[in-house]
């Protein structure tokens, strides 16, 4: 989609600290990390929030999900990590292309804020 940040840089036309993809997701370093470890995995089709996943294009997110468990092993995460998904302005969603955040290697306090 253009004018979109993430479609950006999952074609790779805005530069970004890739550390997995393939044909139907990408993941990268966040640019503003919350914890030591942070990154994003993003579907390479633009789906604009979680409240645009559907029984037709769903199958993506079990996709990341695998992808987010894979990556986390690589990185010595062991099995401490949050996934976090932030839907509308509410949720403090400020970029609207699907993506999870992936955080690690520190305490996290719940509930979030
Ligand atoms: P949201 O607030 O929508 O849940 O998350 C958007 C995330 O994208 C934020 O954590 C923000 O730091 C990250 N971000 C925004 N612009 C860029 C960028 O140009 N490159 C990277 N790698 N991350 C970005
Ligand atoms: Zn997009």
Redesign the pocket.
Known sequence: MEDC?FCK?AAGE?P?KKIYEDDRVVA?????PQAPVHF?VIPREHISGADRITEENSAIVGHIFAVIAKITKDLGCGDDFRVVN?CGELA????KHL?F?VLAKRSLAWPPG
């Open positions: 940040l840089i805005i970004s990268f370093y966040d640019i503003d994003l932030n403090g969603q400020t970029v993506h955040h």
